[in-house]
Every structure is written in structure tokens, then in C-alpha cells.
């Protein structure tokens, strides 16, 4: 099993007194300043629900038209959401998008096909294809995303995080079958991902007891998989530290979002976005600031 795939689905179970504030993302990193509504403050139920499914925002002024689309992720073909998906591209006949879930350059033999292999990613991707349209990555760089979480805390806590989101848990929800956890760790993860996004290791931190450690530091009593709790990783809650590092990882993927939105509408007048409703409750007030800037 490749964990790399899991990613996606994960972004939004795992990543993780409110007021509905909107708060300013800093200009740290090099990006630019945009308003941002905060993990503790989107509008999701206690499960993390979005008010619709999939939720859509809108805008259009001076010839320049953004829709983003916010989605609870799935892979089931007979999801209202992928209908949604399709008559609102349809109509709208976009000359590009932008996609969560990294590069995509697979072609599908048809929308239950890509639906089944990919989700929304895939059958963007086929309405894309369609259309003879580029599909441009919307996510950031992961090596980036991990020196900015090691700089804003540290190098441990990164790793721990990382480990914990976009292996621990996706392996305890996914898998069916005996595994060797330890062995994984090398392949899956280390080998299957983090090296290919360019994170290098030591080879203290490439063993599992590395992070059966810090588990154990961090939560003050042994690892069991079983015991792992995605709630303490969770944006839309405050239960653990961890949390912290979440919102931050998400701060950091939605300003790079924002920054290619803008980018791309200077060269295209219709864009489509599709990505996690968490990320888009967040980015929604940037969208409609970007979008008033248009000339």
C-alpha cells in the first residue's frame, strides 16, 4: 500500500468561546497577507460536517469569475457531490483548475473510473481532460510546509506530526490485513514519501522506536496504534498540542492556495478550485478579497 494516496483522504479527518472572527495570516515564509477565518472558528458541526456538500464559493467582478468548491472527501460514484461537481463545471466551462492531492497525470476511462480511483481529484481531473484544460497541484510543497513547522516549533515535533497525520493514523484507519509497522515506517513512509518530497532523515529518526519515544513523551505512556487519537491532531479542536501544529500546516497550504488563485487569475478569466471544505471555510474571506482586487 502506498500512504502517499491516503493524503487526500485524510486531510480533512486528520489535519486536522468561538466568535466567527476572521484573523490576518502573517507575511512570514513570503506570502502575502491575507484574512483568513480560523480552524476554531469555520462553520462545521461537532463531526466536522460542512453547512452544504459540497460547499461553494462564488465570486465574480470586472470580468473575472472564481469558483472555489469545498467537499467532504469520497470515492463513492453515487455521491450526490460528484453530480454537484459536474453540472456546476459544466456550466461554468472554466479555462483552468486547481486540484488538492498533488500532481495528477493519470487519464480515466470514464467518471466512475475516475471517481473510484481518485474522488473529486480524479473526476476533475476527467472534466478537465474533456475540456482540453490545464489541472494545476494546489497543495504546497511538503518540504517546505516541514522546515516552516520545524522553524515555528521544532524539528521533533514535525517529524512527530507528520508521522502521526500521514502515516500512524491513516494505517490504523486502512489497514485490513497483518502488517509490520516498523518495516512500513521505512518503506511506506520514508521511502514512499518523505524522500520524495525531499525530506531527509537521520538515522536515529528513521526507525520507528524514534517515534515510539517521542509518543511516549508526548502522550506519557507507551504507543499502541489502537490508542491514537486523530481528535488530538484535529484543526477543529483544541485537545492537544498537536492541534496547534495542525492549524498551522493548513495556514501555511491555504496562503500557498491563495497565492496561485491570484497568480492565476492574472492569465485566466474563469478558475475552478476543488479542494477540502475545511480549507475552503478558511480561505473564504481571502477569495472574495482576491477576487474585489481584480482589474
Known amino acids: 500500500m502506498y500512504l502517499k494516496s491516503f493524503l487526500s483522504l485524510f486531510c480533512l479527518v486528520t489535519i ?20 483568513l477565518t480560523s480552524y476554531l472558528d469555520i462553520d462545521v458541526d461537532s463531526l466536522g460536517r460542512l453547512p452544504e456538500n459540497p460547499y461553494v464559493v462564488n465570486v465574480e467582478k470586472n470580468g473575472k469569475h472564481i469558483i472555489v468548491v469545498g467537499t467532504l472527501h469520497s470515492r463513492d460514484t453515487l455521491d450526490p457531490l460528484f453530480i454537484s461537481i459536474e453540472k456546476l463545471f459544466n456550466q461554468f466551462q472554466p479555462t483552468v483548475s486547481i486540484n488538492e492531492g498533488g500532481k495528477v497525470t493519470d487519464s480515466y476511462l470514464n467518471r466512475n473510473n475516475a471517481i473510484q480511483k481518485d474522488g473529486e481529484v480524479g473526476l476533475l481531473k476527467f472534466l478537465c481532460d474533456s ?28 517529524l512527530f506530526y507528520y508521522t502521526s497525520e500521514r502515516f500512524v493514523l491513516p494505517l490504523q484507519h486502512w489497514a485490513t490485513e497483518e502488517y509490520d509497522i516498523d518495516s512500513l515506517y521505512k518503506t511506506e513512509f520514508i521511502d ?11 538515522s536515529e529518526e528513521k526507525t520507528f522506536d524514534y517515534y515510539r519515544n517521542h509518543y511516549k513523551q508526548y502522550f506519557k505512556k507507551d504507543f499502541h496504534i489502537e490508542d491514537l487519537n486523530s481528535d488530538d491532531f484535529i484543526t477543529i ?13 493548513c495556514n501555511f497550504r491555504d496562503r500557498h492556495l491563495l497565492e496561485l488563485i491570484e ?28 477576487i474585489n482586487k481584480s482589474q
Open 16 to 35: 486536522f468561546g468561538c466568535d466567527n472572527s476572521v484573523h490576518s495570516s502573517s507575511e512570514e515564509d513570503g506570502f502575502v497577507d491575507y484574512p
Open 131 to 158: 475540456l482540453k484544460i490545464e489541472m494545476i497541484n494546489g497543495d504546497a510543497q511538503e518540504k517546505d510546509e516541514f522546515l516552516m513547522l520545524s522553524k515555528a516549533f521544532s524539528r521533533e515535533e514535525a
Open 192 to 202: 514512499g514519501y518523505l524522500n520524495s518530497c525531499g525530506i531527509k532523515l537521520n
Open 237 to 249: 479542536k483544541n485537545q492537544h498540542h498537536f492541534s496547534e501544529l495542525a492549524r498551522k500546516s
Open 263 to 290: 497568480k492565476e487569475l492574472k492569465q485566466h478569466d474563469r478558475i475552478i478550485v476543488v479542494f477540502g471544505g475545511w480549507h475552503v471555510l478558511a480561505i473564504e474571506p481571502a477569495v472574495k478579497q482576491i
